[in-house]
């Protein structure tokens, strides 16, 4: 099974600061990572597919980047609305194994 | 726009069963494989089980392979999970979610339901 392993798992910032996230797989899992974001009470919300694809609707202060192991969501200006927990997540295999980061909570210093 | 609503969740005695469902709108259901992701209260996200448009692939996560199968309606739009032999571990919100495309993400999700595991 590959394992994510996300960093910081913390990571306080102001609004207008960038958001530097970290996502390594013990694997290697080509391009074929996502990232999610989940805010209190909500379902989670894909960002990124494919490891830099931006999802619909999804604005352009979100980039993401990365291949093999290590992989980064970068928030290039924090709103108000993007104070919430991130997710990486990775299929691997046939039949397929999906697996998630434990999260990195991105809090209001 | 997409919809996903679930429904089915409550609260069960451990060993007993229970069946999820999830209501689709808002894209050609058929056209999607369609998954279910748990999330433990307070805890982080684990993929529970996917299925193909057709029915003809189907995956489970290990922590319930053997307990809970998932299968679809696609004339109904609806997507449903039937765990058996529920354990306390098992509690945790069930969110349905659509597949991006090609088994590698899930674009949509609904709100979940919340399915507790006590005696």
């Known amino acids: 099974e590959i394992v994510l392993t996300q960093s910081p798992a913390t990571l306080s910032l102001s609004p207008g600061e960038r958001a530097t996230l970290s996502c390594r797989a013990s694997?290697?899992?080509?391009?074929?990572l996502a990232w999610y974001q989940q805010k209190p009470g909500q379902a989670p919300r894909l960002l990124i597919y494919d490891a830099s694809n931006r999802a619909t609707g999804i604005p352009a202060r979100f980039s993401g980047s990365g291949s093999g192991t290590d992989f980064t969501l970068t928030i290039s200006s924090l709103e108000p609305e993007d104070f919430a927990v991130y997710y990486c997540?990775?299929?691997?295999?046939?039949?397929?194994?999906?697996?998630f980061g434990p999260g990195t909570k991105v809090d209001i210093k | 726009e997409v919809q996903l609503v679930e429904s089915g969740g409550g609260l069960v005695q451990p060993g007993r069963s229970l069946r999820l469902s999830c209501a689709a709108s808002?894209?050609?259901?058929?056209?999607?494989?369609m998954h279910w992701v748990r999330q433990a209260p307070g805890k982080g996200l684990e993929w529970v089980s996917g299925i193909s448009w057709n029915s003809g692939s189907i995956g489970y996560a290990d922590s319930v392979k053997g307990r809970f199968t998932i299968s679809r309606d696609n004339a109904k739009n609806s997507l449903y999970l039937q765990m058996n032999s529920l354990r306390a571990e098992d509690t945790a919100l069930y969110y349905c979610?659509?597949?991006?495309?090609?088994?590698?993400?899930?674009?949509?999700w609904g709100q979940g339901t919340l399915v507790t595991v006590s005696s």
């Open positions: 979610a659509k597949d991006r495309s090609g088994w590698y993400n899930f674009d949509y």
């Open positions: 997540q990775q299929r691997s295999n046939w039949p397929p194994e999906f697996t």
């Open positions: 694997q290697s899992v080509s391009s074929y």
């Open positions: 808002g894209f050609t259901f058929d056209d999607y494989a």
